[in-house]
């Protein structure tokens, strides 16, 4: 940051003294920086201000360091960062879907949108609760796929983010300073998507499914109310009990239709719930799994990645506070205890019994202040976490997730 204070057109990084594995973990770390500060947020001023950082030169490294995986972070996390910084009214669902069939093109990737017609056809009531009080006809879920040559068809990995592109909170709407800045709320969406391009950029050897929930949650005469009740794709019953906890309806479906597919692992991505945030601040995210074994993994991913997480528990019990007296499973509680639990407890009845799951409760996607060597606003949180994740513990990630069924609810 102080390098950069007075706009350099160049900057110079020197490494010196250090042992081979420090200095290539230090350059790295401060490529990282100037890749994360060099950045430009999304402006619409009569007159623009040009990035002025268009070099930096490398002294000193260790013969044979690549840094290929490390510029493919610091693009997939500036991505992120964008999306998430561009206001409701430049990123619609349309918008959204235009740009997602240009990244299919670039990289190759198989790209599918189930609009609400498809989805209607598919059962998809929890995700159209949703759609349904938006001005226009234009949400969907969108499906990308990636897949190296000579592998089959089954995903090993599916990707699913939250892309409420705003919410007004719906029927129960939210205060004008809550309701400010929930044009991020698609961050979720935002960096699964950029997860897929690090892996396709890398060259990765998984099949992946990129799923992306994307609508906006408008209030207005067409929109659900509370205690409606809904059914799922996957045949679930829902009884809405806030219109605010959104995020966790259109993941359901989104979830169950990623399920069919038979992928070896998901993981989800969300800026779900306030409750997160009051438990961890902004400096963590929160981080569910169905697989309590792959707690103490997740913990050491992001102390290693520098995108800390912590688990929270998910123990059976939880669920007596999602009971309906009319449908199989209440949306959330009316007080909004341990809401970060419920969200995923609910959430876990639309993953596949027996497929491993992992829920990132994105409480550190913005940041005033910053985060580590991101400067404050967006910070692109779960990209580095998630391909250290994937790629230096790949191992220990197939040893603790071996399929299992077992009961899930009582």
Known sequence: AAALGDEPRSVGLVVHGLEPADAERVAKAMLLALGAHSWQAPA????????TLKKVELFGLPAGVSLQRTLAEIDAANLVR????????????????????????????????????????????????VSQGNAGRDAGIARLRYRPAGTTSQPDLALIGKGIIFDTGGTNAKTATHMLDMHTDMSGSAVALAVLQVLTTLDASLSVDCWLAITENRSGPTACKQRDVITASNGVTVEIIHTDAEGRMVLADTLALAGREKPLLMIDYATLTYACVHALSERYSGILSNRDSLNELLIRV?????????????????????????????????????????????????????????????????????????????????????????????????????????????
């Open 302 to 410: 992001g102390r290693e990645s520098g995108e800390r997480v912590w688990p929270f528990p998910m123990d059976d019990d939880f669920d007596d506070d999602l009971k309906s007296k009319v449908a199989d499973v209440s949306q959330c509680s009316i007080g909004g205890e341990a809401d970060q639990i419920l969200a995923a407890r609910f959430l876990q009845r639309f993953v596949p019994e027996g497929t491993p799951w992992i829920h990132m409760d994105l409480a550190a996607a913005t940041r005033k202040d910053g985060l580590g060597h991101v400067p404050g606003g967006c910070t692109g949180f779960g990209v580095r976490y998630t391909t250290s994740l994937l790629l230096d513990h790949a191992a220990d990630l197939r040893e603790l997730t071996t399929p299992v069924t077992r009961p899930r609810h009582r």
């Open 82 to 129: 964008w999306l998430t910084a561009l206001p409701a009214n430049k990123l619609t669902a349309t918008a959204y879907r235009e740009l997602l069939a240009t990244l299919a093109t670039k990289n190759g990737w198989d790209f599918e949108w189930l609009d609400e017609n498809a989805l209607g056809k598919l059962g998809a009531g929890a995700f159209l609760a």
């Open 44 to 51: 619409f001023r009569k007159e623009k201000r040009p990035a």
